[in-house]
């Protein structure tokens, strides 16, 4: 019963593991186009697809070394924007395509900072340790700090075709957090409900995979765990699993995963012990 037990632990967490926690890695693609990236469905971009992507998009990696379903085409998994990709890696599971083109930063702190430019003459730059601009920014801006690495941070201008670039940790005294002065906005877009509900759909499904292939295997009937929608944006797991310890891990990635979605908006994600709550950060 023991071995058992633990092997239902170990599938649990495998699936719902990701490199998000207190710190993530990305791995930055100055020009997605001298890569080969595939989509969700594991299909690859088509060139007008990839000319879509952003100059210095930041991939968060979710999984090194890993295969495509054929289980032959090894590649890295990412997440951009709340989308899954793979980048083609070679037979020694190194990104393929133009090496200059690619930078690494590891142990990366999350941030969930938008905050409004106070001068001109702040700059958005190619790379982390020097100082070629990509992006003046004008006094009034906005722009969303998406993580900190070392003394520097990664950041998005929200336009059209998002615009990516560092910061030297210096420039925080040119720019200030937005805060909210009038009745907060309470409401998130259909499309960002949209996508945090079918997250946690997903979340159910994969559930219900592994626990029919655990019980099929194990000859138990452990009953299939569900988060389940009690209010617009609280979601509540079902029993016996909101009451022990079973899924706290997994949940808290879910959590993890659903606060990262989250990135330039302003609610937060508040989780309990089998129970998700998304709230407006000014009600908080």
């Not at 100055?30 to 989509?39: A, L, Q, R, V």
């Not at 998994?77 to 930063?105: P, R």
């Amino acid at each position: 019963m023991i071995i058992k037990k633990n092997l239902f632990f170990l599938i649990v967490l495998s699936a719902f593991y990701t490199s998000y926690s207190a710190t993530s890695d990305f791995v930055i693609l100055e020009s997605p186009k001298s890569f080969t990236i595939y989509n969700q469905y594991e299909q690859a971009l088509s060139a007008s697809e990839i000319s879509e992507l952003p100059a210095y998009s930041p991939f968060k990696i979710v999984k090194t070394d890993t295969k495509l379903g054929d289980q032959i085409t090894r590649v890295m998994q990412c997440s951009l924007e709340q989308k899954t990709y793979y980048i083609l890696e070679d037979d020694n599971g190194a990104i393929t395509g133009n090496k200059d083109m690619l930078q690494f930063v590891k142990g990366c702190i999350i941030l969930d900072d938008t905050v409004r430019i106070l001068q001109d003459g702040t700059a958005l730059s190619q790379r982390e340790a020097s100082g070629s601009s990509v992006k003046k920014l004008s006094k009034g801006n906005v722009i969303v700090l998406l993580f900190r690495y070392k003394n520097s941070f990664y950041a998005m201008q929200p336009v059209l075709k998002p615009q990516y670039g560092w910061l030297p940790f210096s420039a925080r005294n040119s720019f200030k957090h937005i805060r909210e002065t009038n009745i907060p906005d309470t409401l998130l877009t259909d499309q960002t409900k949209k996508l945090l509900i079918e997250h946690i759909e997903y979340a159910n499904t994969q559930y219900k995979i592994l626990f029919d292939a655990f019980n099929k295997s194990s000859g138990m009937q452990k009953s299939i765990p569900e988060w389940q929608r009690v209010e617009d944006l609280t979601w509540q797991l079902s029993e016996p699993y909101s009451h022990n310890s079973e899924l706290d891990e997994s949940s808290g990635y879910l959590a993890d995963e659903l606060r990262e979605m989250l990135i330039g908006k302003q609610f937060a994600i508040q989780y309990e012990k089998g129970r998700i709550t998304i709230t407006p950060k000014a009600l908080q």
